[in-house]
């Protein structure tokens, strides 16, 4: 699967998830310190942005604050932090989303992107 359709498709499925589900109130994500600043696609399609509470993500003129896409569920959001690795799963009525980010090296990371069995990825982010 091509580039271009992998960053469509994680749009697709965020969107969906967003516009199909009922958002709780913000809670906040836990990146560590070594993915904070803005990491961009090839093509500039996908961007996200990492601070101390939470992840925005951009593609295609759409800004979404992944750390205020947690739903309204009785499980919590489980969260993954090593010195290379930042993933973050969010439980839905009917799936689990996770997000992986892998570093690469100082200025790449790779994401991958698994919602119950599909996984779309690795795609290779650059810092900005």
Not at 104 to 111: D, E, F, K, R
Not at 115 to 124: E, M, R, Y
Request: glycine letters at 4%.
């Amino acid at each position: 699967m091509s580039k271009t359709r992998q960053i469509l498709l994680f749009v697709a499925v965020l969107t969906l998830l967003a516009g199909c589900t009922e958002l709780a109130p913000p809670q906040s994500l836990h990146p560590p310190a070594w993915i904070y600043g803005e990491w961009s696609d090839e093509f500039g399609a996908a961007s996200y942005t990492f601070s101390e509470t939470t992840v925005i993500q951009r593609t295609l003129n759409l800004t979404m604050d992944l750390g205020e896409m947690y739903l309204a569920t009785d499980t919590p959001v489980t969260e993954t932090v090593t010195s290379t690795l930042y993933s973050f799963s969010v439980p839905t009525e009917t799936e689990t989303m996770t997000m992986e980010f892998t570093k690469v090296n100082a200025t790449t990371i790779s994401l991958t992107m698994i919602v119950d069995f599909v996984t779309i990825g690795p795609t290779l982010l650059y810092r900005q």
